[in-house]
């Protein structure tokens, strides 16, 4: 873990010019997801976030393109691939218990990835910030995908999540994963998992960086609520959604501050 977190502020800590080899602008202005750089301008007068990114598919294995990864630091690569297929053995155990808690087949979930899930990862650096009051680290949002896990660098206040209209801290410690629900999940345990929505406020003194992994779907997999949840007094409150026509809405949805997943609740 320390591994991981320390390859990746050594990646940010670098020139621009180095960090810009992996940009996620092709020719300086085609927008791919993957690479170093700011989120996609999807509408007018865009809110961008006080933060550094880096983009990366880790998975499936023949899908990662190393020619968008970063060279240096030279650990990079192979401490990420590591932290990766741990991660993955973490996944399992996870969706496992959480199939059980539903009295789901143990495998339901897991069943879900198909060869071609993705699973990707964000990599968030937060300079310190002097208008800490105008600006957001990360803005509202829930995380799309079934899973995801997220590493921090240190316990500095900046993650919050939203229960009742009011913004509690979360409690972030380094070396301990917090495990967050997606979207997909809330959706096929029909809400009884609920994906929180969160952000991240700026902090004027404390630079901090985290490791968010996502464990996505095929995009041509369909999903609704699990079949066994659903029972008279327990209509589905969510319709099936193809993972494609999800993502469609995903990105324009997060640039507005709104919620994909609420225009898929019946
Ligand atoms: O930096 C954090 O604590 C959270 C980042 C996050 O929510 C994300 O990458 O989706
Ligand atoms: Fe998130």
Known sequence: MDDVMNASKEFFHQ?????QKCSNLV????????????DQ??????????????HLRVGPEKEINLANWPKQPE???????????RSKRMKHIILGAM???????????????????PTTVRINHYVPCPRPDLVLGFK???????LATLLVDNDVAALQVLRDGVWYDVPTNPRTLLVNVG???????????KSPVHRVVANAETERSSLAMFYGLDTEKEIGP????????QPARYRKVKIKDYMAGFYEHFARGTRVLDTMKT
Request: aromatic share 12%; proline share 1%; hydrophobic share 35%.
């Open 15 to 19: 020139p621009l010019e180095e960090k």
């Open 27 to 38: 020719d300086g202005k085609h927008f791919q997801v993957e690479g170093y750089g700011n």
């Open 41 to 54: 301008i999807k509408i007018q007068n865009q809110t961008l976030d006080w933060s550094d990114r880096l």
């Open 75 to 85: 650990s990079f690569r192979d401490v990420l691939q590591e932290y990766t297929s």
């Open 99 to 117: 199939a059980r808690l539903l009295e789901l087949d143990e495998e339901y979930f897991i069943s879900q990835f198909s060869e071609r899930a």
């Open 140 to 146: 509202a949002h829930s995380d799309d995908g079934v």
């Open 183 to 193: 979207d997909f999940m809330e959706i096929m345990s029909n809400g009884i998992f």
């Open 226 to 233: 699990a079949a066994h949840l659903l029972h008279e007094n």
